[in-house]
């Protein structure tokens, strides 16, 4: 039997089935996915089973035949398509960069201060800017469209970046109170909350997300 999440992406697939593929179209998808899976959980928590609460979120859609019009013609506008797609790719390659530096300037300055006569928490801190490199490239990879994948969700993307943020976050904040306190299990603590929350987060956007595979 399939779920509803399967439900969803074959009643999408079906109605966009004659459109050329194109990342506006994916996006489209992603959004009517969203928009559905929100409307079955509302119907559902008012007491409709889950058959009637899919039917009723279809019936919500309206008639999408306007939508599937549009992007077939944005299909068929390749010069569009590629603008839309360059101006995006530009945004991520600029991110990619971005998280790159502050990843290598957090690992040198905390190798730099490692090496200089100053508390071992202070050493740690730069490491810091390792979370912030790692969360802006994480999103910047997901939100880039190359030829064999599609550029994911800006949400969905956001998203990941959190829960790999929450990871990095919860090992530099295990080696700064591991440092600052000299107790192993303070450092435990600090880990396991943070990659606790990071790693269901990740699951969960694993289990629940659409394939981006062109």
């Known amino acids: 039997m399939k779920n509803i999440d399967e439900k969803i992406n074959e009643y999408i697939d079906k109605v966009f089935a004659e459109v050329a593929p194109s990342q506006q179209l994916f996006d489209l998808k992603e959004e009517l996915a969203t928009n559905m899976k929100e409307k079955i959980g509302d119907y559902t928590s008012r007491g409709l089973d889950e058959e009637q609460a899919f039917r009723e979120a279809v019936a919500s859609l309206g008639d999408l035949s306007g939508l599937v019009e ?15 797609t360059s101006m995006s790719n530009k945004v991520s390659i600029a991110g990619i960069i971005i998280g790159v530096l502050l990843i290598l300037f957090g690992s040198f300055s905390t190798a730099m201060l490692h090496f200089m006569n100053i508390p071992k928490e202070g050493a740690v801190a730069p ?12 999103y910047s990879l997901l939100t880039i469209e190359t030829k064999r994948k599609y550029a994911m969700n800006k949400i969905r993307a956001a998203f990941y970046a959190l829960a790999v943020g929450l990871i990095l976050f919860g090992i530099f904040s295990a080696v700064m109170s591991g440092t600052a306190t000299g107790e ?8 396991m909350v943070y990659v606790l929350a990071g790693v269901a987060l990740m699951l969960y956007l694993f289990l629940t997300g659409r394939s981006r595979i062109k």
Do not use: H
């Open 70 to 84: 549009d992007m077939r013609k944005i299909g068929q506008d390749k010069a569009r398509e590629t603008v839309y």
């Open 184 to 191: 192993v299990f303070i450092a435990i603590g600090s880990l």
């Open 127 to 138: 490491g810091i800017f390792i979370v912030g490199g790692g969360i802006v490239l994480t």
